[in-house]
């Protein structure tokens, strides 16, 4: 599939665009396969997180914003 | 470890009339979220659970939401009528949702689902339309992104259709 270009408007700063226009050029098949491999990183990511500060930070994280 | 594609497959072996939903059916549909879950919606009937039970014999099915993680036994009857079922599997974790949100029950959402071809097997996903609605529904803001990010695929579909 040829690369598609994606029309952004002002509302789109905190999307990758050049990352949605790659994955738009995947079958579905090749994009769960990339989504599985991402989520893999992800959990390994989260475990070295998690064995470095001895918790995990995500827990800290979504409390931060908590009532007390 | 996670296989999405293991989970779809095994669903479509035993012709599970089911629709991907969620943030997986925004991956397929282009989304660069990563979702931990796979949901689908399923009418909570007998025929649909007993083809949900022999999909997921073999992979160690738990009910999620019950911290002591019963496994699902052997009598699919008894979820019929459930709203939702909250699943861990040797192939990663899988929601069944009897709706969705902004959208309603199994019926409405099959409507408007379209059909694709993922390698070996095909597999019925929200169509993109409905999956903005729902997660434009939903509100939260990891909702809101991947809304804007299927907008973003949604205008580009139109324009090379035109």
């Known amino acids: 599939m040829s690369r598609v270009k994606l029309a952004p408007s002002e509302v789109d700063e905190d999307i990758d665009l050049d990352l949605l226009e790659y994955l738009l050029t995947l079958t579905p098949e090749q994009r769960i396969e990339r989504h599985d491999a991402a989520l893999e990183l992800v959990k390994a990511l989260r475990k070295a997180g998690t064995e470095h500060h001895g918790f995990d930070p995500r827990a800290v994280a979504s409390a931060g914003g908590g009532e007390r | ?162």
């Open chain 2, 1 to 162: 470890m996670a296989s999405t594609l293991g989970l779809l497959r095994r669903l479509a072996a035993e012709n599970v009339d089911f629709v991907l939903v969620g943030g997986m059916a925004a991956v397929v549909h282009g989304s660069a979220s990563v979702t931990e879950d796979v949901d689908v919606c399923i009418r909570f009937d007998e025929p649909t659970l007993r083809s949900v039970f022999r999909a997921l014999e073999g992979l160690n099915a738990r009910e999620r939401m019950n911290a002591a993680r019963p496994t699902l036994g052997s009598d699919p009857l008894r979820f019929v009528g459930y709203r939702n079922l909250y699943l861990t599997t040797d192939h990663g974790v899988i929601d069944f949702l009897g709706e969705l949100t902004g959208l309603g029950s199994f019926d409405r959402v099959s409507a408007h689902a379209v059909t694709l071809q993922v390698g070996d097997f095909s597999v019925r996903v929200v169509g993109l339309e409905d999956l903005i609605i729902s997660k434009r529904t939903l509100g939260r803001p990891k909702d809101h992104r991947v809304a804007r990010e299927l907008e973003l695929v949604l205008a580009q579909s139109r324009n090379s259709k035109t």
